[in-house]
């Protein structure tokens, strides 16, 4: 049948075995990428209240490494979605799971507050203070 038809029949577990090994590999690959790319801090915005028209009382978590200085960036925006406060806030080094209370100034009442990260030894790369043109950032923090 082959002469007369053509036909060339590989064996099937050939390549059964190719996509074995090359999804084994990909796997492996997609493993090392995110251990590698993984943040040695994690944070979590807790609660947040509007407890005046220049003032937001965030309260967040956040685990690290205790030997780590931890900077945090908070933000609060009003209903338009501008910035009325923006702080950066650094922990010393201490206790590896912390919770951190902080009272933000704002401009204006805040519709929604934000942990927008937090990172160690450095500021994180998170979006840039958004305040309306003219707008002076207010001092920071509430006292």
Not at 97 to 107: A, G, K, N, P, Q
Not at 127 to 134: L, Q, S
Request: glycine share 8%; with cysteine.
């Amino acid at each position: 049948m082959q002469e007369r038809y053509g036909l060339n029949r590989r064996p099937v577990g050939r390549w059964i075995g190719v996509t074995i090994l090359t999804i084994a590999f990909v796997a492996a690959l997609g493993y090392v990428f995110v251990g590698l790319t993984r943040s040695s801090v994690e944070a979590r915005l807790v609660t947040w209240d509007d407890v005046a028209a220049d003032r937001v009382n965030i309260t967040f978590q956040a685990r690290r490494q205790a030997t780590d200085e931890l900077h945090c960036v908070l933000r609060a925006q009003d209903e338009k979605r501008n910035d009325v406060g923006y702080a950066t806030v650094i922990v010393p080094p201490g206790e590896p799971e912390i919770v951190v209370d902080y009272s933000l100034r704002t401009l204006a009442p805040a519709y929604t507050a934000e942990l927008l990260g937090c990172a160690a030894g450095g500021p994180p790369n998170v979006a840039a203070p958004a305040f309306p043109p003219g707008v002076v950032p207010p001092a920071q923090p509430f006292s």
